[in-house]
């Protein structure tokens, strides 16, 4: 389950995910938040929290996640990934020069810290 988190600034798309992440999570809660945010901004930030309760992805999903990162290749601005999921973790940092825009790994005990980098505060 994906959760949009409230509290951020206008041209950040936040969000928590939880359990199972599916394809119909992306298409029913992140990708029309993320493209409400696009039609605003010129750039977006994306935070992007897998705590303790994420379990995994599944294939639509991931093919999901992708797929919007790449449909707006230049309109990424930053993202936060927060998480203590190693494999999360590992895989973020090993493709992180794919992804676009500017992206850093944050530990959950680090969540300010990748608010405020998020935000440039």
């Not at 509290?7 to 995910?17: K, L, Q």
């Not at 409400?36 to 992805?57: N, P, Q, T, V, W």
């Not at 999903?61 to 601005?77: C, K, Q, S, V």
Request: contains cysteine; charged residues 20%; glycine residues 6%.
């Amino acid at each position: 389950m994906i959760q949009i988190i409230s509290g951020f600034p206008e041209d950040v798309v936040a969000c928590s995910a939880q359990g199972r992440v599916t394809k119909d999570d992306y298409e029913r809660v992140l990708i029309p938040a993320i493209e409400a945010k696009l039609r605003d901004h010129a750039k977006i930030k994306c935070y992007y929290e897998l705590g303790a309760a994420f379990s995994s992805f599944d294939f639509g999903a991931a093919w999901a996640d992708a797929m919007i990162g790449l449909g707006h290749l230049t309109r990424w601005e930053r993202i936060a990934l927060v998480s203590d999921v190693e494999w999360i973790r590992l895989a973020t940092n090993a493709f992180r020069f794919l992804m676009p825009g500017s992206v850093r790994v944050f530990s959950t005990s680090q969540a300010a810290e990748a608010k405020a980098w998020l935000t440039g505060a």
